[in-house]
């Protein structure tokens, strides 16, 4: 079966597949530090929120080798460092601060027994949170399969695939397990400006996994509901309050409320590691402001005038009551989503991850 793996671990080096390059080139950047990660993330060489709460951890294995600390404590204060450094780089995805803090916790369980056990620890918590956010993306997709229909037309925002997690992706997962399972559905590709992730990147890897796909402006999706030709749409999250308010990429809120006015379920897949039960609303979820060149010169190319004022938010909230149902690896949640989030979080907890 075809897979895409955006990161690879090649010894005290973290390759990055530059997915700003794709689908036209397959470059990978090789990261030796902790700051080099982060600006791979900050300038979406890699995105995502499962993949960014992966590579954050594999950033924390890059301190000590090449580290001067003589004592647990000296490396421990590099690992703080370079977490709040991750932590910064993209504040809406919540996977990022969830794998920095695992990891960190992990760290500091080990630094009364020396060096080389901080840095097995690290390495473990690591492998740790990629294998288990592939195991969540295969029973996303198992539990996504149910709600979708025979045949059916699935729209979806941004890209949510094999690039931007540890396995088949989230919203992308729900996608391929239903065409695996023989379904025949057909996925329209919303392009997501500013950045174009869904033409870039969705279509690209709908393609080599063989989903039919048709690639749409933003703007289409409105009358492609009017006409019925949408069966239901599909995001995935970057951020879930603790009341079931989506954060996801710029776009989305939009696409709920045409869901909602044309009769649609709007479906969001997440792993539990996106849920954030600390931030109680949508309104207290930090968005991402890019630098406005993203719009008036996407892809290097020259669109507006360059000194055009431009507002470029990265994300929108999408309100609890337009959510159909989260599709989660602990099965699909529905409202009220304060208790059935809460559910879900306990059963991970109960699991030990
Ligand atoms: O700015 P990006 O490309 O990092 O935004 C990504 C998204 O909004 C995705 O929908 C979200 O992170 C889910 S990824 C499985």
Redesign the pocket.
Known sequence: MTTIAPIERRGDVLAILDQRRLPHEERWLECRTPAEVGEAIRS?AV??????GIVAANALTLVAPSSRASNPSGLMEELEEAAAMLRAT?PT?VNISWAVHRVLVAARSSAAFGIGEVRAAIELEAIAIEREDRAACDAIGAFGNELVPEGANVLT?????ML??GGI????GVILAAHRAGKRIHVWVDETRP?W?GARLTAWELGRLGVPRTLVADGAAASLMRSGRVDLVV????RITADGSVA??IG?YGLAVLARHHDVPFFVA?PVS?IDLETATGAEVPI?ERAPQELTTPLDTPVAEPDTPAANP??DVTPPDLVSAIVTEHGVLRRPYASTLREAVGMRERRGA
Do not use: M, S, W
């Open positions: 979406l995105r995502g929120a499962p993949i960014l993209r995805a925002h941004c890209n949510t695939g931007c997690t992706g989230t919203a992308q950045v992730q995001t995935g999250a970057d996801n990429k989305t997440a996106t991402e990265a994300f």
